[in-house]
């Protein structure tokens, strides 16, 4: 099934950034980021992947996170993704 990142905002109570158009068929780990999936950055260590995740969107806890890349801005990025795996 395919959502738009707007969707998954709304289910997850979150801002979004960047392209609420975008589409997200899957999740995928931050590391290992493929297009059309959405992951996050729930711990700071794996911040370092940021920068080369192909992920299309990523739940972050902070905007500056996301340097320019669409993604959704809640408080508890773990439990978003909880929220959007459910």
Do not use: C, H, W
Request: overall charge negative; proline content about 2%; charged content about 20%.
């Amino acid at each position: 099934m395919k959502y738009k990142l707007k969707d998954l905002a709304l289910l997850v109570d979150g801002q979004i950034s960047g392209n609420p158009e975008v589409e997200i068929s899957g999740v995928s780990e931050i590391q290992n980021g493929e297009m059309g999936t959405i992951t996050f950055l729930g711990n700071q260590a794996y911040k370092k992947y940021m920068d080369n995740t192909i992920a299309s969107a990523v739940i972050v806890s902070n905007e500056n996170y996301l340097s320019g890349r669409d993604g959704i801005i809640v408080e508890n990025p773990q439990l978003a993704m909880a929220k959007v795996l459910s």
